[in-house]
């Protein structure tokens, strides 16, 4: 069963950074494309980021683009989110998690596994 553990989140200031860090495991990680979904709350799960499988490909939600930068680590089993010029309306529960096929996808159906989540909350 594969697994997924982030880290990283926090209280931060409006303006401040955050880096998000994944470890996974139980997969054959440079395979899969892997991505960021947040939840705030009454919302529903949305698409932040997501990275292919070799990392020559990214794509953003349009909100975050020129904010966040995902990354990943095929040696090291890690992919990361590092977020700057934070907006209060950031804050959400953000959750790892690892595609389905190599290429990346804005569409939670194609994820087959979710970490546990990890908070960010950033204050006005």
């Known amino acids: 069963q594969v697994q997924l553990v982030e880290s990283g989140g926090g209280l931060v200031q409006a303006g401040g950074s955050l880096r998000l860090s994944c470890a996974a495991s139980?997969?054959?990680?440079?395979?899969?494309?892997m991505g960021w979904f947040r939840q705030a709350p009454g919302k529903e799960r949305e698409f932040v980021a997501a990275?292919?499988?070799?990392?020559?490909?990214?794509s953003y939600t349009a909100s975050v683009k020129g904010r966040f930068t995902i990354s990943r680590d095929n040696a090291k089993n890690m992919i990361y989110l590092q977020m700057n010029s934070l907006k209060p309306e950031d804050t959400a529960v953000y959750y790892c998690?690892?595609?389905?096929?190599?290429?990346?996808?804005?569409?939670?159906?194609?994820?087959?596994?979710w970490g546990q989540g990890t908070q960010v909350t950033v204050s006005s």
């Open positions: 139980r997969l054959t990680f440079s395979s899969y494309a």
């Open positions: 990275i292919a499988s070799s990392g020559g490909q990214t």
């Open positions: 998690a690892a595609g389905r096929y190599a290429w990346s996808s804005t569409s939670v159906q194609n994820y087959r596994s």
